[in-house]
């Protein structure tokens, strides 16, 4: 396996892994390739992949968002979980944020992955906001890393 920064040019693929990943967890209609590039239109992304054998099984998208570096999405595929890929993602963006002047690393995430919000918690991420939904699994946590 090997986990790399990459670009949009895997943005197809990215959108093709992801769509079983948060449609067996979040039970809706996950995002579009045209709802993934209105997202990041205006942004300037950072994209790192998960491969096995050429395929990818884990990416994150993440950018600048209030002077912080924002995980927009973390997707690593069912089969391959609890295997420290979720977690070198994660490493790969905190790593990419220091390096870039970041002082922290945030993220959101609905009540429904529960898998994410105990890595985030392991990782060291507290939670600074909740919005709640009237349906509790989609009410969401929003999580920061500050660096020291």
Same mark, same amino acid.
């Given at each position: ?18 769509? /079983? ?8 209609? /996950? ?13 300037? /992304?950072?994209?790192?992949? *998960? ?10 998208? @993440? ?26 993602? $994660? ?5 990419? *944020?220091? =390096? ?7 993220? =959101? ?7 994410? =919000?105990?890595? $985030? ?10 919005? +709640? @939904?009237? +349906?509790? $699994?989609?009410? *969401? ?8």
């Amino acid at each position: 396996m090997e986990i790399v920064q990459s670009n949009n040019t895997e943005l197809n693929e990215i959108v093709k892994t992801n769509y /079983p990943i948060f449609k067996d967890i979040c039970g809706k209609e /996950p995002y579009s390739l045209s709802q993934y590039n209105a997202r990041i239109k205006e942004k300037k /992304p950072v994209f790192f992949v *998960a491969k096995e054998n050429h395929k990818l099984i884990g990416n994150t998208i @993440a950018f600048e968002d209030n002077n912080s570096f924002y995980i927009w999405i973390i997707g690593v595929s069912k089969n391959k979980r609890n295997k420290g890929i979720g977690s070198k993602l $994660l490493e790969l963006n905190e790593n990419y *944020a220091r =390096k870039n002047g970041f002082e922290s690393v945030t993220t =959101k995430v609905y009540n429904f992955s529960t898998e994410m =919000k105990k890595l $985030l918690k392991k990782r060291g991420y507290t939670i600074t906001r909740i919005d +709640n @939904a009237h +349906n509790e $699994l989609y009410s *969401a946590n929003h999580y920061c890393l500050i660096f020291k």
